[in-house]
Structure formats: structure tokens, C-alpha cells
């Protein structure tokens, strides 16, 4: 997710139209969720609130109609079922010649069975990198070498397992306080884990097999 976003947001503006559909995992759960991406998608790239599905076939066939002959930009983001796939993004035929589609899933072989190519697989961040991106998150634009020294990097990683946005998150919550506020901060998160970072670690634990949770 992290990496398709910066992707997105490098190269959105060459495209006639784009459209980040986060979570989808989550967001297609309640009842007529896919719908709601669909015109998502529609308002997104369209711009236009007229443009509003009740049902996904036909949905479908609005995507295809209204967007076959546009170069656009669309990440799917978090996919879990072959049906949101079907649903979001069902062929090549249905958007405009030089489009690109991004899907983002930790469920490899949904790409596979969609004829998804090419697939790439994220690496895992090396203790070396997320510790950069720590920096980068709590510091932004005013890293100071003697904060970054006195900061307790290896220790705040520990909460995250080196997972980009919990990362992120982490370094969002420590971006614009003091080196004491930041002690205290790891202080507490000892007796009370940060919820939104165990949310991700949730997630991601979740969605391994079940032989490598025993593990």
C-alpha cells in the first residue's frame, strides 16, 4: 500500500484521469460495498455525481462505456476476492489504450487467476531502511543529526516489525515533539500499544498461513 501509493502520487498527473481505491478489502464487505467503489471509481475519474450505480453488473458496463476510450490511473488497493477484481477492473478492454492499473493484494494467486502481469513482491524493509523512513516520518524536512543520535530508533522499531505503514504511522505520531515526549511516548506504548499501529500488525498477521502463524 505504501509503495503504491508513492507510485500513484509520482506519476498521477500524466493521466486524463486516476483514481486510489483504498481498503478494498474492508470497503466491499458491507452490503452494495462494491457498488460504492464502483462510484468511487466513476466520481473519481469522471467527476461527475450524476454518474451513480445501484447495481455492479450495470456498473460494469458504465465503467466500460465511460472510461473504455480514457488513459487512466487506478490502484486497487487491498484486494482479498477474485470478485472485487472482477468487479473494479475486469479486463484490459475496459479502459483507454496507455492505461495503468495497479492492485496491491497479499493473496499472489488472485493475481495469478486474473492474468495480473507483470507481479511484483514487496520486500520485507531491512532494519537499515526502516529506521530511514522512522527519520524521514519524524523528522520531515528538519532532520537534526544530535535528535537523530539521541532518538531511540532500534527500540521505537521494535514496535512496528519493520512494516512500512506501521512505520509510518509511528513516525507520524513521534513527527514535531521533543526528544522527552518521544521517550515518554515509547514509555507508554509499552503499558498501552498504539492502537492504530496494531491494527496493521493485526492485518498482516491475519493474512499470513496458517503454518507460518505457528511459527
Given at each position: 500500500?505504501?509503495?503504491?501509493?508513492?507510485?500513484?502520487?509520482?506519476?498521477?498527473?500524466?493521466?486524463?484521469?486516476?483514481?486510489?481505491?483504498?481498503?478494498?478489502?474492508?470497503?466491499?464487505?458491507?452490503?452494495?460495498?462494491?457498488?460504492?467503489?464502483?462510484?468511487?471509481?466513476?466520481?473519481?475519474?469522471?467527476?461527475?455525481?450524476?454518474?451513480?450505480?445501484?447495481?455492479?453488473?450495470?456498473?460494469?458496463?458504465?465503467?466500460?462505456?465511460?472510461?473504455?476510450?480514457?488513459?487512466?490511473?487506478?490502484?486497487?488497493?487491498?484486494?482479498?476476492?477474485?470478485?472485487?477484481?472482477?468487479?473494479?477492473?475486469?479486463?484490459?478492454?475496459?479502459?483507454?489504450?496507455?492505461?495503468?492499473?495497479?492492485?496491491?493484494?497479499?493473496?499472489?494467486?488472485?493475481?495469478?487467476?486474473?492474468?495480473?502481469?507483470?507481479?511484483?513482491?514487496?520486500?520485507?524493509?531491512?532494519?537499515?531502511?526502516?529506521?530511514?523512513?522512522?527519520?524521514?516520518?519524524?523528522?520531515?524536512?528538519?532532520?537534526?543529526?544530535?535528535?537523530?543520535?539521541?532518538?531511540?530508533?532500534?527500540?521505537?522499531?521494535?514496535?512496528?516489525?519493520c512494516l512500512p505503514l506501521a512505520v509510518n504511522i509511528l513516525g507520524s505520531h513521534l513527527c514535531g515533539k521533543s526528544i522527552n515526549q518521544w521517550h515518554a511516548a515509547l514509555d507508554n506504548y509499552r503499558k498501552f500499544p498504539n492502537c492504530d499501529i496494531q491494527k496493521v500488525l493485526k492485518t498482516s498477521y491475519s493474512a499470513l498461513?496458517?503454518?507460518?502463524?505457528?511459527?
Amino acid at each position: 500500500t505504501t509503495i503504491a501509493k508513492a507510485v500513484y502520487n509520482s506519476i498521477a498527473s500524466k493521466f486524463e484521469g486516476c483514481c486510489f481505491l483504498g481498503n478494498v478489502r474492508a470497503n466491499s464487505i458491507p452490503h452494495g460495498g462494491l457498488v460504492r467503489l464502483q462510484n468511487n471509481l466513476l466520481y473519481e475519474i469522471l467527476g461527475d455525481r450524476k454518474v451513480k450505480m445501484t447495481d455492479a453488473d450495470r456498473g460494469i458496463q458504465v465503467i466500460k462505456e465511460r472510461l473504455g476510450s480514457k488513459r487512466v490511473l487506478l490502484v486497487i488497493d487491498d484486494v482479498k476476492e477474485l470478485n472485487q477484481l472482477d468487479k473494479l477492473a475486469g479486463g484490459l478492454d475496459w479502459f483507454g489504450r496507455g492505461s495503468r492499473i495497479i492492485i496491491t493484494t497479499r493473496d499472489k494467486h488472485l493475481l495469478i487467476a486474473h492474468q495480473v502481469y507483470p507481479i511484483y513482491t514487496a520486500k520485507a524493509l531491512d532494519n537499515d531502511e526502516a529506521r530511514n523512513l522512522l527519520i524521514l516520518n519524524a523528522f520531515k524536512d528538519n532532520r537534526n543529526p544530535d535528535e537523530c543520535v539521541q532518538f531511540p530508533i532500534d527500540t521505537a522499531l521494535l514496535y512496528t516489525h519493520c512494516l512500512p505503514l506501521a512505520v509510518n504511522i509511528l513516525g507520524s505520531h513521534l513527527c514535531g515533539k521533543s526528544i522527552n515526549q518521544w521517550h515518554a511516548a515509547l514509555d507508554n506504548y509499552r503499558k498501552f500499544p498504539n492502537c492504530d499501529i496494531q491494527k496493521v500488525l493485526k492485518t498482516s498477521y491475519s493474512a499470513l498461513e496458517d503454518p507460518l502463524k505457528e511459527a
